[in-house]
């Protein structure tokens, strides 16, 4: 079901309706039952394999959490008896069966997602074989991680083994964030998904408008840039250098538009049954640089990486012993930098393949990780260089810095829809030769499916998000607004018309899926 | 109290919007693409036929009422449209059942060869612009191509909202009333291109009329009959695209089974007196203003014979006569603007 | 607009693309996207005074190429939209054609004899077993019709009894 379908808002409104008559105690249950329905209708093959991962994660779960009370317990009973070494003895072999049962359950689980997401990746990139017709059940990169991430979390002893599978269930599967995230948290989740929620008119207004904003992202901005986007990639022989140079800054357009949008709608839509998602941006074309940009664009994703991956196997005692040996035989410098390094390189390499099963997510993923590598060890030269010319202190210095963050970024994206990277190498190339650029920018834009009025209606709409944007650094568009309700309905409803009007919908315009949705 | 007041307030003001914009963004029809104001134009008719006369572009442009009623004094009206299918005919025929039963129903068969709705924009052509019956309804459902919704015609908005970027004067002048753009569903054409060759007619893998469009021609004939309204069935003069003997056929098949007359003007051509070389405004695909006349003559003559049409030039309802009088007098200035324009831009 | 809908059965649809009055015609609401032009790159395609004919190919350089035709120039408007098809009559085939783009492409080449054949050598009148023997048996078979498709062409053999009696080569979607 496409979030920008007439038929998912039914969905929801039906949904809505339910939830707000119905006993407040059976609240999560209509929610369970609209996720079974929402994923139903995506295919029903895809339930198994979600199915699957909720019943090993909640065993695996229930396991490890009653292991550790058993533990907690038999040491407290046992506590005059028993020497300390004895007592060590007894949390370790506790501890060990306890890891085995969540590399089991993790092994399952990314088993599963592995096999089903890169059998045809590596078919295609080390055998000869013919690649095999596998089903993707909706949103397994993203449940799969949450679901691990609750695990790691109850291992750690860090949140409560949940009782009741259905409300497991639930956590797993709530279908607006299904889809695209975010990657949430049980212990933040379930504060708000199990308790009681009485009707209340602000909140269905104020999660309306924040899918209404969504929705103007999506529909106005990200779905028209991807029209003229799809012409220049679709022909490297004609669509190059200036062309190549349009077409990374309309999918710099789209894929935060696109990205964003869709996740203001899955908050707002969360928001409408009173469940309180992690945000994911943070203003990210803010950033100075790209460290702080993934800290700040897809905030669930990049945190989960850093709390379930970076940190422990930076921290692992193989870790440890690796550095300790190469600072012994190869020198201070290579020892001390090869947790981090080694950490770093292998985050990115997944992360980029998260992305999608293929070579030029890898290749994307590696040079981010490179920028900010390299980045880090040019730090003390810079700090050098600006204690002699102080050039920090220029004002125009942080633009000049989210200027080039921007850059990279945006160049480093050219990998993503250029699936070909020797195509987006060199379309990256092509950009620098100024053969086309009077052309194509008097003339040739107008040739990749925008009209002039398209581009018009492009301009306002960044503008629009660049000045909200620029708003909120103070506070929160909304609550500046909530002082102001005849102003904040004449905004919603100039939103609502304009979505209605210049919306990228119906015949002429064909819809296209989040781009988040396939990963 | 003030709050249920100020969220009705809330409410109406964005439909109203809505509203507005839908009037602004849909098209008009008025100068261009004149073929999508016909459908709707109907209703500002006066609704008292005799003869209604279904079918798409060979019979508005190739029959004329005006004509019609000088000769023979019979009222008829033209409910066609561009491409317009069986089923579409059936439920137009069903449509204009609602306001008056005509003495006649005439159908143009071309259609009959066509199995699918091909076009979209033909489909709102057709459907837009009649007013909102069962008989909408499932002309919509019947005709809807892989893409279109249901939705989108019960929201025009939906369907238009692009053409924002597209909006003339037109659209703000017509936004609530659009002029007439035909005399009783004639859309006149002065144009002269003569045949001088004709493509071959390629040999068909398969000549069968659809199913469905037999269902529906059977309908047509079946909501006649319970109406005690004469079905002629009838196949416009034209020499392209060509109509195959095998289709003929069918037609003779069928109209003898029912019971319903069939008229085959084309193979009538020299009687009814059309030239190839004058009377055509495309090569011979539809007629201009001079075949359509004489398509008329022969036309309406059949029909009062047969069916003993009343002649209303002397009725004793004289706002009828005067009704058609006007009409014609409007039939025949535009036809000779047209006519002088077309002579002067020469 | 896409003639998506001409997809179905091909030598009837072609024929039958103006019978009711008209191609598809332009949408008058403005479709917004505007594809890249893609060479056809099909196994079929019909040669005649050593030009290559290909479907979707630039009609303007074919009849140019080609010379006066034989039998006549036709063209057929549709109804409400400027879309026109336009039919070169030669002495052996007809080209039909159409507008995309503001340029006039190449729809469809019907054989309307014998005196020529396909590049493959079957020409009507032959057997159907000859058909398959030289076109392999990967077709699909709708109403008495072969139908050989390769990208964007399809070549139809109409059979009628065992013999061909029509060939057309023509765009398949």
């Known amino acids: 079901m496409l979030f920008t379908s007439f038929y998912f808002l039914v969905f929801v409104l039906i949904t809505l309706f339910v939830y707000y008559i119905v006993q407040k105690r059976f609240q999560w249950i209509v929610l369970l039952c609209a996720n079974i329905y929402f994923y139903a209708y995506a295919g029903l093959g895809g339930i198994l394999f979600i199915a699957a991962t909720i019943c090993t994660t909640y065993i695996g779960a229930r396991y490890i959490d009653a292991d550790k009370q058993k533990t907690k317990q038999y040491l407290a009973q046992e506590k005059e008896q028993l020497t300390k070494e004895e007592k060590k003895a007894y949390k370790t072999k506790a501890q060990s069966r306890q890891k085995r049962c969540l590399a089991t359950v993790l092994l399952i689980n990314f088993g599963i997602l592995a096999v089903l997401k890169y059998t045809n990746f590596i078919i295609l990139s080390f055998t000869t074989f013919q690649t095999v017709d596998l089903i993707l059940p909706m949103g397994i990169s993203f449940y799969t991680f949450q679901s691990m991430g609750y695990l790691i979390d109850v291992y750690r002893g860090k949140a409560d083994a949940e009782q009741n599978v259905f409300r497991f269930a639930l956590f797993v599967s709530f279908f607006p964030q299904l889809v695209q995230g975010p990657i949430n948290r049980w212990n933040d989740l379930k504060e708000t998904m199990f308790v009681e929620h009485a009707f209340e008119w602000n909140r269905i207004r104020s999660g309306a408008e924040r899918m209404l904003w969504g929705y103007f992202k999506k529909m106005v901005i990200a779905d028209r840039a991807s029209i003229a986007l799809a012409t220049i990639t679709g022909d490297t022989s004609t669509y190059y250098g200036a062309y190549a140079f349009v077409g990374m800054l309309l999918y710099a357009v789209e894929l935060y538009a696109d990205f964003t949008g869709g996740i203001d709608v899955t908050i707002g839509v969360a928001e409408l049954f009173g469940i309180r998602l992690a945000e994911n941006f943070h203003r990210p074309f803010f950033s100075k640089n790209i460290a702080e940009y993934w800290r700040r664009w897809h905030i669930t994703l990049c945190a989960w990486f850093k709390d379930y991956l970076f940190y422990p196997l930076s921290m692992s005692k193989w870790m440890n012993k690796t550095s300790k040996v190469l600072k012994k035989r190869v020198g201070k410098a290579v020892g001390s930098r090869f947790p981090v390094y080694f950490s770093s390189l292998t985050v990115w390499f997944v992360t980029g393949i998260w992305h999608g099963a293929s070579w030029n997510f890898v290749v994307w993923g590696l040079l981010n990780s490179m920028v900010m590598l390299l980045s880090q060890e040019f730090k003390p030269l810079y700090e050098k260089t600006n204690h002699k010319l102080h050039y920090r202190n220029i004002p125009c210095y942080k633009v000049f810095e989210i200027l080039r963050t921007t850059a990279i970024v945006c160049v480093l994206q050219m990998l993503d829809y250029y699936r070909n990277i020797a195509e987006a190498f060199k379309m990256m190339a092509s950009m620098f030769f100024p053969g086309n650029y009077a052309n194509v920018l008097t003339d040739g834009i107008f040739h990749l499916g925008l009209t002039m009025a398209d581009y018009f209606v492009l301009l306002m709409g960044i503008i629009i998000i660049w000045c909200v944007s620029m708003l909120q650094r103070k506070q929160a568009i909304r609550k500046r607004l909530s002082t102001k309700p005849y102003l904040r309905y004449v905004i919603f409803m100039l939103l609502f018309l304009a979505i209605v009007v210049f919306g990228t919908y119906g015949i002429g315009y064909e819809s296209s899926q989040f781009i988040y949705n396939q990963f | 109290m003030k709050k249920i007041r100020n969220g009705i307030i809330a409410v109406v003001i964005p439909v109203i919007c809505l509203y507005l914009l839908q009037c602004l963004l849909t098209p008009k029809y008025a100068t261009d693409i004149k073929e999508g104001a016909m459908i709707a134009e109907y209703y500002n008719s006066n609704k008292n036929h005799d003869v209604l006369i279904l079918g798409d572009c060979e019979v508005y442009e190739n029959i004329s009422p005006a004509t019609m009623w000088e000769n023979n004094g019979i009222t008829s009206y033209i409910r066609g449209s561009a491409e317009q299918l069986i089923w579409q005919s059936y439920y137009l025929l069903e449509d204009t059942l609602r306001y008056e039963t005509p003495k006649v129903v005439v159908l143009n068969v071309l259609a009959m060869q066509q199995a699918e709705a091909k076009s979209e924009a033909y489909n709102r052509m057709t459907i837009d612009g009649m007013k909102w019956s069962k008989a909408k309804l499932h002309s919509i459902q019947e005709s809807m191509t892989e893409k279109e919704t249901l939705s989108s015609y019960i929201f025009p908005l939906l369907r238009y909202h692009s053409r924002w970027s597209d909006l003339s004067f037109e659209d703000v002048s017509y936004m609530w009333k659009t002029p007439n753009v035909t005399t009783n569903g004639y859309l006149m054409q002065t144009g002269v291109r003569p045949v001088t060759n004709l493509p071959k007619a390629v040999p068909l893998a398969n000549y069968q009329f659809s199913d469905r469009n037999y269902e529906y021609l059977n309908k047509i004939a079946q909501l006649c009959k319970e109406h005690h309204i004469e079905l002629v069935l009838i196949k416009a003069p034209s020499v392209f695209p060509h109509w195959y003997d095998e289709w003929e056929e069918q037609i003779q098949n069928f109209a003898k089974e029912q019971g319903v007359s069939y008229l085959n003007l084309a193979k009538a051509s020299e009687e009814i007196g059309i030239d190839y070389t004058q009377d055509t405004y495309d090569y011979g695909q539809h007629m201009n203003v001079f075949g359509a006349e004489k398509t008329s003559v022969y036309l309406a003559d059949i029909l009062q014979n047969r069916y003993n049409l009343q002649d209303h030039r002397n009725d004793e309802n004289k706002q009828l006569i005067e009704q058609w009088n006007r009409l014609t007098a409007d039939y025949h200035m535009e036809r000779q603007d047209k006519l002088s324009q077309a002579e002067s831009g020469k | ?173």
């Open chain 3, 1 to 173: 607009m896409k003639r998506k809908s001409l997809v179905a059965v091909a030598v009837l649809s072609a024929s039958m693309m103006l019978a009711a009055c008209g191609n598809a015609g332009q949408n008058n609401a403005g479709s917004n996207a505007t594809q890249a032009v893609a060479q056809s790159n099909s196994k079929y395609y019909f040669t005649a005074k050593n030009t290559d004919l290909k479907i979707d190919g630039n009609l303007t350089e074919y009849t140019t190429a080609l010379g006066e035709p034989s039998g006549g120039y036709y063209e057929a408007k549709s109804c409400a939209f400027d879309g026109m098809d336009k039919f070169y009559t030669y002495d052996s085939f007809v080209l039909q054609g159409y507008q995309k783009d503001g340029q006039d492409r190449l729809y469809a080449i019907t054989l309307s004899d014998d005196s020529v054949k396909t590049k493959e050598g079957v020409r009507i009148g032959d057997k159907k077993d000859k058909v398959v023997s030289a076109y392999g048996n990967e077709y699909k078979e709708e109403n008495g019709q072969l139908i050989y498709t390769s990208e964007n062409t399809s070549l139809v053999f109409v059979i009628k009894g065992d013999t061909v009696e029509s060939i057309q080569y023509t765009m398949s979607n």
